[in-house]
């Protein structure tokens, strides 16, 4: 893996997939990524909620997860270019028992 991430974010991301799948991560991947930030966004809406697909706590066996936010609805954007997708704003917190507002 490049030098790129340091120790502690690196033990902090073990952490976090830890805590939050139940189980270790088999390996870590170094993705580079466009880290900037576009000087504008295009507002596509409120997140009211959102579903992904997880093998927590069932290693090797991804199941449906639907998490409803709570005021202030997070919003999500889109770079000018309609290649990126942000989230912004909300309140909640990546915890072991999933997302929590």
């Not at 270790?24 to 809406?45: C, N």
């Not at 706590?57 to 000018?80: E, M, Q, T, W």
Request: hydrophobic residues 40%; aromatic residues 10%; proline residues 7%.
């Amino acid at each position: 893996m490049p030098g790129k991430v340091g120790k502690q974010k690196l033990e902090a991301a073990e952490k976090l997939f830890r805590d939050f799948h139940g189980f270790d991560a088999e390996h870590m991947d170094w993705v580079p990524l466009d880290r900037s930030m576009p000087d504008a966004l295009v507002k596509l809406g409120s997140m009211r909620e959102i579903v992904y697909f997880s093998d927590k706590d069932a290693k090797g066996r991804p199941k449906r997860y639907i998490h409803d936010f709570s005021r202030p609805y997070p919003i999500l954007c889109s770079d000018v270019a309609g290649k990126r997708l942000f989230i912004i704003g909300g309140v909640y917190e990546i915890k072991p028992e999933g997302i929590v507002n």
